[in-house]
């Protein structure tokens, strides 16, 4: 079976700046869930940027093959088609535009880039309803423009939303949990866990093992100084709570 | 990669020489000389078979206009226009009024057919029959260069009561309307542009709604300049009767030129007790190519009176064309009560210079008025709200509230907010808010992470940005403008 996602030999700087991935190497197969965890400033959030092609960064050496093609040759917005979701930190505001227009606008947008039949206003909006249903977001949540005055469990569970109603097939969720507490953190771990499938996978990165009490990863990875410094099964992440991560920090540097 | 600097640059290197109206329509056009002199007045009068009176007051602006000054204090910088270098008057020649849509000029139509945008618009220029209900009817009078070509749906407006026709036609059937009303809101002494007006207006929609009627239908015109180097010359005349109400639609489009073309036009609104006018706009005239040659000077006069108790006038304007926009549709607030309203959309990009914006002049008790204005500027165009809220010291009571919004796309471009803002009543509240912000690269990442191009995810959040006055505008209206907004945008990126 072919790898959902290879990272081979990465190394990216901000433009004009510092390095920040040094040399890392990751294989995903479908199906499978990674999380990463590390220390505060450890290139953890540059790397979904870098993944999902945001600008400012700049790719020094390596490649990355998503689904068989060239990820970093794709805009975000090809990279979105192709399968790729960012569940982002901080999700954006953008006023004066309605949650449900958004949402029709990005399916419909991925759909024609793929050559499939866009979705028309009643089927779109019976499916956000649906969806929308299992995380506790109603009809005036979805009226509402995107994100604007949302708290951070409504910002994380509009995230979510997308998520689902997108269909990606890999999930890379950055610091999902911040801002959440633990009954948002619950309704958002339900609603990931219920797009785990044998095609789709998932890239979890926290700082803390909390969220992965929810999401349980198949492999968790320690990333320190901009690469993947070890790995192990789940229960890693109950170690590294109880050790912290500062004997591998020695060990990249 | 940084798809944001790419946007920027793609903005920079606009390339509005894919502007989409560009086109020239070949009919044999009639001119009057050259140049601006009396026997050319005297010729346009002369055409439009006028009255005496309305030569004289055509002939004393002109006087007065010799002696007065261009206007220097808005923030846009051209080049002098020679005044004797332009054709005052330009009709498609055998023209004979037609009697109906079959004797319009098919290559006329033509233009409109490739205009694209007057949609439905043109299906009415055309005779298509639209099943009733279907959509909302709306009449046209359409002006192609200086002369009204056709005018639909004249006899159901007839039945209601209403007068809606060429102005130069209104001079002929209603000369006493039209002497009572004409130049009493924008007088001859008021501005260098509308005297110029005054002395060559060749032609212009005039409408007249009787007392406590509501206009069955929203009254629609099209205007295009069509003519090499013809400045053209609407004059405008919008008269509410007591109780009435109307709503008055101006679309405008114009082809490609070389040269620049000046626009000078007029329109004035009179609205007396308790009638409403809501006058929307959306205006796409050639901005000019990437480096700002061609393109229209777009120096217009609007202005409406509120003559009347708790009378209403409401602007709706959504400004993507032109070289030069000076444009300040106000309202004057002198009976009781009375209320003002501007809403506005104006888009630069390319070399674009906007210098608009409104005022509201409060006059009578108690009177209210209300700006919300968008301004986006992209590429190296230079956008200016310039606005005026005055109180009069017999203006108990006025309101107002004001909000300007400036958004900015890329680093070369500029967002100007110029308020003037005079109280002489202690009773009076003004309030002005204002923004500027940048487009934000983080909410444009977002947008394309979730599968919008650059082009549709800057599309999206403008249209965000500007949706309090899309609201403001008719339904079908508004769907054209928004694509308008996608369309002058997508010159910008991508």
């Given at each position: 079976m072919a790898p959902l996602l290879e990272i081979k030999d990465l190394h990216a700087e901000i433009s004009g700046g510092r390095k920040i991935i040094d040399g890392m190497n990751l294989t995903i197969n479908p199906g499978e869930v990674h999380a990463i965890m590390g220390p505060n400033g450890a290139g953890k959030s540059t790397l979904s940027y870098v993944l999902s092609g945001k600008p400012g960064y700049e790719i020094t050496g390596g490649e990355v093959i998503f689904r068989g093609v060239n990820l970093l040759e794709l805009s975000p917005d090809e990279r979105a088609a192709q399968g790729l979701f960012l569940c982002f930190q901080y999700p954006l505001e953008i006023p004066g535009v309605s949650n449900m227009a958004f949402l029709h606008t990005a399916v419909n947008s991925q759909r024609r880039k793929r050559g499939e039949t866009e979705l028309t206003s009643p089927e779109l909006v019976r499916k956000v309803r649906e969806l929308g249903q299992t995380l506790g977001i109603n009809a005036e949540m979805l009226k509402r423009p995107v994100n604007v005055g949302f708290s951070g469990g409504e910002k994380k569970r509009n995230e979510t939303l997308q998520m689902m109603l997108l269909e990606p097939y890999l999930c890379v969720l950055d610091e999902a949990d911040s801002g959440l507490d633990i009954d948002a953190l619950k309704v958002v771990s339900n609603g990931v866990n219920a797009l785990r499938s044998p095609e789709r996978s998932m890239l979890v990165i926290t700082h803390y093992q909390r969220l992965l009490d929810y999401i349980v990863p198949d492999v968790v990875h320690v990333f320190a100084a901009g690469r993947i410094v070890h790995t192990g099964g789940k229960e890693l992440a109950l170690e590294l709570e109880a050790t912290g991560y500062a004997q591998y920090q020695n060990e990249a540097a | 990669m940084a798809a944001v600097q790419d946007t920027v640059e793609q903005v920079r290197s606009i390339d509005v020489d894919q502007y989409k109206y560009g086109f020239e329509t070949l009919i044999e056009s009639e001119k009057a000389p050259k140049g601006l002199s009396e026997e050319v007045i005297r010729y346009i009068s002369a055409k439009k078979e006028e009255p005496e009176w309305m030569l004289q007051w055509r002939l004393d602006a002109y006087a007065r206009w010799l002696t007065m000054q261009e206007p220097e204090w808005a923030r846009v910088d051209y080049p002098t226009?020679?005044?004797?270098?332009?054709?005052?008057y330009s009709q498609p020649k055998q023209f004979k009024a037609p009697k109906s849509l079959d004797e319009v000029d098919p290559e006329i139509l033509k233009t409109y057919a490739k205009l694209g945008i007057p949609l439905r618009e043109q299906e009415i220029l055309a005779g298509v029959e639209i099943p009733e209900g279907e959509r909302p009817r709306i009449a046209v009078d359409a002006v192609f260069d200086s002369v009204s070509v056709a005018t639909t749906f004249k006899e159901e407006l007839k039945a209601a009561g209403v007068i809606f026709m060429p102005i130069s036609e209104a001079l002929r059937e209603h000369p006493d309307l039209v002497k009572q009303y004409l130049g009493s809101v924008v007088p001859p002494t008021d501005n260098y542009f509308a005297t110029l007006n005054q002395a060559v207006f060749s032609d212009g929609s005039f409408v007249y709604i009787p007392p406590g009627v509501r206009c069955p239908m929203e009254l629609s015109t099209y205007f295009r300049i069509n003519e090499k180097n013809t400045g053209q010359f609407e004059r405008t005349l919008i008269i509410a009767d007591k109780g009435s109400y109307v709503s008055y639609l101006e679309g405008c489009t114009a082809p490609m030129r070389d040269e620049n073309q000046l626009h000078a036009a007029v329109v004035e609104l009179v609205v007396l007790d308790d009638a409403e006018i809501k006058y929307s706009t959306v205006q796409n005239w050639y901005p000019g190519d990437a480096e700002g040659k061609g393109g229209i000077y777009n120096f217009v006069t609007k202005r409406g009176d509120c003559r009347g108790k708790n009378s209403k006038i409401s602007w709706t304007q959504v400004e993507t064309g032109s070289a030069i926009t000076w444009k300040y549709p106000s309202c004057v607030l002198r009976g009781e009560g009375s209320s003002g309203e501007f809403y506005s959309i104006a888009i630069s990009n390319g070399r674009q210079q906007v210098d608009s914006g409104t005022k509201m002049i409060h006059l009578g008790k108690n009177t209210t008025s209300r700006i919300i204005s968008k301004g986006i500027s992209a590429g190296r165009s230079n956008n200016t709200y310039r606005g005026l809220v005055s109180a009069h010291r017999k203006a108990a009571g006025a309101r107002n509230f004001t909000n300007c919004d400036s958004l900015l796309i890329g680093d070369n471009c500029g967002a100007h907010t110029v308020p003037y803002i005079e109280a002489k009543n202690p009773t009076a509240q003004f309030e002005h808010e204002a923004t500027t912000s940048k487009i934000s690269e983080d909410m444009l990442f977002y947008c394309m992470q979730r599968g919008l191009t650059q082009e549709d995810a800057v599309a999206l959040v403008v249209n965000g940005f500007v949706r309090d006055v899309l609201q403001q505008l008719p339904m079908e209206f508004a769907v054209e403008a928004q694509k308008l907004i996608s369309i002058s945008l997508e010159g910008s990126v991508g």
């Open positions: - | 226009i020679d005044y004797q270098d332009l054709y005052y």
